[in-house]
C-alpha cells in the first residue's frame, strides 16, 4: 500500500440554500481498499458520491484523486481519470441490447460512445471485448437481449458490466443490492470478488449490513452529512453513535 491516497476528500461541504448535505467530510481511500459507507436515509452517502464523481460542486473543501486535485474538474474527465460509479435507481439505455450497453462504455471508446455502436457487430475484437465483460457478470447468454428486458437483479449485473468497460481505478457503488433478494445479493458478491483484478478500488454504499461486513475491508458512518465513526466493520457497528443512528432508523438495520 502506498502512502499517498487513491482518493483523498478533505473536510467536503456540500449545501443546498440552508440545507446541508455534507458536513467537513474527510475521507481517504488507498489503493486497494474497499470502502463499506453505511448510515441511515439522508446521511448524505449519496451526495457524497455526487460529490466525488462530479455530480455536485462542493460548497466547501477539496478532492484529491491520484494526488491531482479534481474539485473543480468536469463529471466527464473525472471518468477519464478513473472515477466510476453506479446509481441507487437503474440507468441503462433500455432500448438497446445488453451488449450495446456496454460498448457505449468501453474505455477505447468513451470519447466517442455513438461510434462505438456503429463499430459494434463489424468488429471483432469490439465485440469480444463487450461479451468478455459480460460473462465475467454471468450475462453473456443475455447480450442480444434489450436491456430493458432483463429482470431486476441481472439489469443491476448489467450495470456494473458497464461501469468495468471503463476499467476504472475507483468504482463507486450506490445501493447495489436494494430489491435483491438474498440469492441474488449473494451473486452480486461473488461477482465483485471474481472481478478484483478489474477493479483496485471500492467504495460502496449499502444498507444491508452483512453484505457490508461481507464485501468491505473498513467501514465508515455517516450521519447528518459528517463522519461519526471508522474503522473495521465491528468497530463500526459497535460504535455508540452508530447504534444510536441506526435506532433512529430502525434497530433491525444493525
Known amino acids: 500500500m502506498t502512502t499517498t491516497p487513491l482518493l483523498d476528500v478533505r473536510a467536503i461541504a456540500k449545501r443546498f440554500g440552508g440545507i446541508t448535505a455534507i458536513d467537513d467530510l474527510s475521507i481517504s481511500l488507498f489503493n486497494g481498499d474497499i470502502l463499506g459507507l453505511v448510515g441511515p436515509n439522508g446521511a448524505g452517502k449519496t451526495a457524497f458520491v455526487n460529490c466525488v464523481t462530479g455530480f455536485y460542486t462542493l460548497s466547501g473543501g477539496a478532492i484529491h484523486f491520484e494526488g491531482r486535485d479534481i474539485s473543480a474538474l468536469a463529471l466527464h474527465k473525472r471518468g477519464r481519470l478513473g472515477i466510476a460509479r453506479t446509481f441507487q435507481n437503474i440507468r441503462l439505455f433500455r432500448r438497446m441490447t445488453v451488449a ?31 461479451r468478455d465483460l459480460l460473462d465475467r457478470v454471468r450475462l453473456a447468454h443475455k447480450a442480444d ?73 473498513r467501514v465508515v458512518a455517516m450521519d447528518y452529512g459528517r463522519k461519526i465513526a471508522e474503522g473495521s466493520a465491528a468497530e463500526v457497528f459497535a460504535h455508540p453513535q ?13
Do not use: W
Request: net charge negative.
Open 100 to 130: 450495446e450497453n456496454v460498448a457505449c462504455a468501453l474505455r477505447d471508446q468513451a470519447d466517442k460512445p455513438l461510434r462505438s455502436l456503429f463499430r459494434f457487430g463489424g468488429d471483432a475484437g469490439f465485440v469480444k471485448a463487450a
Open 145 to 217: 437481449h434489450l436491456a430493458g428486458s432483463l429482470p431486476y437483479g441481472e439489469a443491476r449485473r448489467l450495470e456494473i458490466a458497464r461501469a468495468l468497460a471503463t476499467r476504472p481505478k475507483l468504482l463507486l457503488l450506490d445501493e447495489p443490492t436494494a430489491g435483491m433478494n438474498e440469492e441474488e445479493t449473494q451473486e452480486l458478491l461473488a461477482d465483485l470478488r471474481r472481478n478484483r483484478e478489474l477493479i483496485p478500488s471500492m467504495i460502496v454504499i449499502e444498507h444491508d449490513i452483512a453484505f457490508i461486513r461481507d464485501v468491505s475491508t
Open 242 to 254: 452508530v447504534v444510536e443512528a441506526y435506532l433512529g432508523a430502525g434497530e433491525a438495520d444493525v
